[in-house]
């Protein structure tokens, strides 16, 4: 007699996946902070700034005023009075590093604008335009890089005068080269994506594609570069001050008190140690950041 094989069971639906099961999607944005996060260096470097960014905007509010002088005092060392010391002038040292913070955070964070406004918008436009008209503005960057930045910082130091706000600005217009070849390279590797063929067959102009579509599109390098570029122009803020062509008396930098130390550091060290010590923090922080801010936004990296 024939028997009929029992057939097994059909396997039962699985179940769709709840809400809670699926695993969320993130942006790049959200990857990159999630990165950073992870980064202690970088996390300590962007606290500390913040941290010091903070305390020279309201400490001199609160501390004694870098103007004061005590001729009988002089120069001291560290005490209960003077947490950080003395100048020869008997000028609290810890009020000076304060106020000093401001006028070189302020060349940085100026500065750094400036060189951003210009590199960004220059190497955007070479990049999009591209032929004759790329080639010409390039040699213009390069003939730019054969000339001495720093002379040429000097030279408008000397024909416009001495004037802080003049600083910021010279400072920027030498500090935008690089930015400018930058954010060209990105362009030229974009430029040819769909979304901006898109934007040209839909009629948009060349501003409305370079400003609205390309520069939002290669802001990650722009902003590794700025964070990197910051204490660069700080740098030469303290090179120019040190040379004697930066802030003028009473105001003061940290470049400038580092200035006043060196000349009298076999004497009085904390004149030196101290605003090198802050000067020194500050430079390190930000490039642990932007060294953290490039790794973060880097794309291969998200693909781990």
């Not at 950073?36 to 300590?44: G, I, M, T």
């Not at 953290?292 to 794309?299: E, Y």
Request: one cysteine or more; proline letters at 5%; a neutral charge.
């Amino acid at each position: 007699m024939n028997t009929v094989e029992a057939t097994p069971p059909a396997p039962a639906p699985m179940a769709p996946a709840t809400p809670t099961e699926v695993e969320a999607g993130h942006s790049l944005w959200a990857g990159a902070w999630h990165r950073l996060r992870q980064n202690r260096l970088a996390v300590f470097g962007g606290i500390t700034v913040i941290v010091l960014a903070l305390l020279c905007a309201i400490g001199p509010v609160f501390a004694q005023s870098y103007e004061d002088q005590n001729l009988d005092l002089g120069a001291v060392g560290p005490r209960a009075a003077h947490w950080l010391g003395t100048d020869t002038l008997g000028r609290d040292l810890f009020a000076r590093l304060l106020y000093g913070g401001r006028i070189s955070l302020m060349v940085g964070l100026v500065a750094t604008f400036v060189a951003l406004v210009i590199g960004v918008s220059y190497g955007a436009i070479a990049g999009y335009a591209g032929g004759k008209i790329d080639a010409a503005m390039m040699r213009i960057v390069d003939i730019l890089y054969a000339l001495p930045f720093t002379i040429f910082v000097i030279l408008l130091m000397v024909f416009f005068g001495r004037n802080i706000f003049l600083l910021f600005f010279a400072i920027g217009a030498v500090e935008w080269l690089t930015m400018a070849r930058i954010v060209r390279g990105q362009v030229l590797s974009i430029k040819r994506m769909e979304y901006i063929e898109a934007a040209r067959a839909l009629g948009f102009g060349r501003r409305r594609i370079i400003f609205r579509h390309v520069i939002p599109n290669v802001l990650g390098p722009i902003i590794v570069y700025t964070t990197l570029t910051i204490p660069s122009v700080m740098l030469l803020e303290a090179f120019l001050s040190f040379l004697g062509l930066g802030v003028q008396p009473p105001m003061s930098s940290w470049g400038a008190l580092i200035k006043d130390g060196a000349d009298k550091m076999e004497e009085f060290w904390w004149l030196l140690v101290f605003p090198g010590g802050i000067f020194s923090l500050t430079l390190f922080s930000l490039n642990f950041l932007g060294d953290g801010l490039r790794d973060a936004l880097d794309v291969r990296s998200s693909k781990d």
